[in-house]
């Protein structure tokens, strides 16, 4: 499986503002994902980060809110934009393994939003 | 759409005992994957065994092991001889096999497990 790392993997922010959160991967991978895991729930896909071209939102979430970057096949970012406290979540990146079928995930981001 | 349901929020097992956790699933599609992952409070999601639809042998993976019931949408995960470190939320979760942009994981609302010693 592939070695996932997140930066920051914590912070505390005040509403209004933006977070950029970072993905990198060790190895280059087609399919990049970004989930969200608000407090005491399951996670919930933001949308799936293509590189080349636009990211894919699920319903829901959109880009002026939560605009993500691939610039290559080893790195991605999501930015969350204009923050509020509903925001706060552990927010996590996937990658689709070589096989197509196992997504292996990154340590989380958890974010608070005061 | 795919939902994933997990009807028992807590449960608990002695250490070295053994546990079954309950995932049910709804779908239209004949193939898909079906997984088990597991988050400790460290909050990495790691994943704990993975079932293909079109196999009909339930997946195993050292103490672990599924029950996939096809027909019944039923997938659920058997712990054997608990650990302290099996302790965790754990998540079941609903893929479909087609490709394209449809590799989105569909999550059950998680079961926190308890292992006492």
């Known amino acids: 499986s592939a070695v996932i790392s997140q930066k920051p993997s914590r912070d505390i922010c005040q509403r209004g503002t933006s977070l950029t959160i970072q993905c990198q991967v060790d190895s280059q991978v087609t399919m990049m994902f970004w989930y969200r895991q608000q407090p005491g729930q399951s996670l919930t896909l933001i949308a799936t980060a293509n590189q080349g071209s636009e990211a894919t939102y699920e319903s829901g979430f959109v880009i002026d809110k939560f605009p993500i970057s691939r610039p290559n096949l080893t790195f991605s970012t999501l930015t969350v934009s204009n923050m509020s406290p509903e925001d706060s979540s552990i927010y996590l990146c996937?990658?689709?393994?070589?096989?197509?079928?196992?997504?292996?995930f990154g340590p989380g981001t958890r974010l608070l939003v005061l | 759409a795919q939902t994933v349901t997990q009807s028992q929020p807590e449960m608990s097992v002695q250490e070295a005992e053994t546990v079954t956790l309950s995932c049910t699933y709804d779908?239209?599609?004949?193939?898909?994957?079906l997984f088990w992952y597991k988050q400790p409070p460290s909050r990495q999601m790691i994943l704990v065994i993975r079932?293909?639809?079109?196999?009909?042998q339930n997946a195993t993976e050292n103490r672990f092991s599924v029950n996939f019931q096809k027909a019944a949408k039923s997938f659920s995960l058997k712990i054997s001889d608990s650990q302290l470190g099996d302790a965790a939320m754990y998540f079941c979760a609903y893929r479909s096999h087609s490709g394209g942009s449809n590799y989105k994981l569909t999550f059950g609302k998680g079961t926190l497990l308890t292992v006492n010693p």
């Open positions: 079932q293909e639809a079109y196999k009909q």
């Open positions: 996937s990658v689709l393994a070589d096989n197509q079928e196992t997504q292996y």
């Open positions: 779908t239209s599609e004949s193939d898909y994957y």
